[in-house]
């Protein structure tokens, strides 16, 4: 998961914001099509494998009203930021990239925090 999300922070702002031709956005699109769906085909299994079999749904359900909220939230301030860009993408293209990499930073920490800097701990 920690891989993958930073996997797409990194393409976003490698392939997408200098991207003009059509040949860099399709090898972004596929590379990113890839990350999005390891992030949403891991989620569930990460959340039962640190669950309790009776807490799965409680614990499933709270990431996902997360979730839900963040979109809610992300999707005005994209709005706004290319607003303020005159129809351009770069402002709604960083948001986009350095949100995912600070994401990525605060799954690293957890991780540190729950197994320290052994890298093949399991959680």
Do not use: H
């Amino acid at each position: 998961m920690i891989a993958m999300c930073g996997f797409a922070g990194v393409i976003v702002l490698a392939l997408w914001l200098p991207g003009a031709a059509n040949t860099p956005i399709i090898v972004f699109s596929a590379l990113y099509g890839f990350a999005s769906g390891a992030f949403i085909s891991l989620i569930p299994p990460l959340t039962a494998q640190i669950s309790d079999i009776r807490e799965i749904g409680v614990r499933s359900d709270t990431l996902w009203l997360a979730v839900g909220i963040v979109a809610l939230v992300a999707s005005p301030i994209g709005g706004a930021l290319e607003a303020r860009d005159g129809g351009a993408f770069v402002g709604l293209q960083i948001f986009a990239g350095v949100t995912m990499l600070i994401g990525t930073g605060l799954f690293v920490v957890g991780r540190w925090y729950l197994a320290g800097w052994n890298f093949f701990a399991k959680v």
